[in-house]
């Protein structure tokens, strides 16, 4: 069974500075995929990037990215120049064979002035 | 930009009552998925349906729980008889190929047991 782990409750960074959150999971198959998913206070879920396994380059979309480091099973997500509106739960999810995401617990980003 | 929807927002039923909660995914996608997740916790998967069946299904979802696609466009998540512990957030999600695709999500329904 895959689990996604996120080692981190809470954080908070100040507008316009740089935050890494952090993933690791575990898992037995050779093809999957990871996502980050923004959920803010509305409760919807919104997808922020997601990472092939088996591409060696980190993905990219705007001021968000990852840090993929497949042989650590290491999954980070660092966002660049934080906005206000970046403030909200962060989850880190997995696929594979089967059909579901496997979540994380997430982390509680709060962006401050 | 096609979105998931999903209706009613919010609903507040008793204990031991039936509740369908209603999703329209977008339109040329394939795959259909139910989540949920408790306050305060992490999201869980409840099941998956491809083709008009399911295809997996958790631990969660369980005899109560059915699904549906009624027509081309809704797909239901039935609860034949509420408890107090089914209160949560009940995602639709729906994503276009197969599913390490990204899964897009509906803005929830939010259930409440009473």
């Not at chain 1, 995929?33 to 993905?59: C, D, H, T």
């Not at chain 1, 206000?84 to 579901?100: I, N, P, Q, R, V």
């Not at chain 2, 509740?19 to 394939?30: E, F, G, Q, T, Y």
Request: proline fraction near 4%; include cysteine.
């Amino acid at each position: 069974a895959q689990t996604v782990t996120q080692s981190q409750p809470e954080m908070s960074v100040q507008e316009a500075e740089t935050v890494t959150l952090s993933c690791t999971y575990d898992t037995s198959e050779s093809n999957y995929y990871l996502f980050w998913y923004k959920q803010p206070p509305s409760r919807q879920m919104i997808l922020v990037i997601r990472q092939e396994a088996y591409k060696q380059q980190n993905a990219t979309e705007n001021r968000f990215s990852v840090n993929f480091q497949k042989a650590a099973k290491s999954f980070s997500l660092k966002i660049s120049d934080s906005q206000l509106g970046d403030t909200a739960m962060y989850f880190c999810a997995f696929t594979g064979t089967a059909s579901k995401l496997t979540f994380g617990t997430g982390t509680r980003l709060q962006v401050t002035l | 930009e096609p979105e998931v929807t999903q209706t009613p927002s919010h609903q507040v039923t008793q204990m031991g009552q039936e509740v369908i909660l209603r999703c329209v995914p977008i339109s040329n996608h394939l795959y259909f998925y139910w989540y949920r997740q408790i306050l305060g916790q992490k999201v869980e998967f409840l099941v998956s349906f491809y083709n008009n069946e399911i295809s997996e299904k958790s631990e969660i979802f369980d005899d109560q729980f059915s699904v549906e696609r009624p027509d081309g466009s809704n797909f239901t998540l039935k609860i034949r008889s509420t408890k107090l512990e089914d209160s949560a957030m009940y995602f639709c999600a729906s994503s276009e190929l197969h599913p390490t695709y990204e899964q897009y999500f509906g803005p929830g329904t939010r259930l409440t047991v009473t």
